[in-house]
């Protein structure tokens, strides 16, 4: 098993910049790939940014090219999300996943508001 803790959510105006954490603990080394999904009130939950285990392949979402970045810090167990030119409709809140042989695993999530 693997325990997902993200930090980073907060308020932000649009236009503005937040930089989303996870650190993942327990079985990481058999962690496959591992992303970042959101789910706004009402919406189903959606992949945002998504990254295999040590290496440079990722998906980004169409809503966030350009503006959002994912990157890993393998030393620290850690996945970041950065997000720039936030804009209202990236409201909702940020779960952090991994996959371990095609089981999921979610952090509790952290909620970014973007006002206008």
């Known amino acids: 098993q693997v325990q997902l803790v993200e930090s980073g959510g907060g308020s932000v105006q649009a236009g503005g910049s937040l930089r989303l954490s996870c650190v993942a603990s327990g079985y990481t080394h058999s962690i496959n790939f591992m992303g970042w999904f959101r789910q706004a009130p009402g919406k189903e939950r959606e992949a945002v940014v998504t990254i295999l285990t040590g290496s440079d392949y990722s998906y980004t979402a169409d809503s966030v090219k350009g503006r959002f970045a994912i990157s890993q810090e393998a030393a620290k167990n850690t996945l970041y999300l950065q997000m720039n030119s936030l804009k209202p409709e990236d409201t909702a809140m940020y779960y952090c996943?991994?996959?371990?042989?095609?089981?999921?695993?979610w952090g509790q999530g952290t909620q970014v508001t973007v006002s206008s």
């Open positions: 996943t991994a996959n371990i042989d095609g089981s999921n695993y």
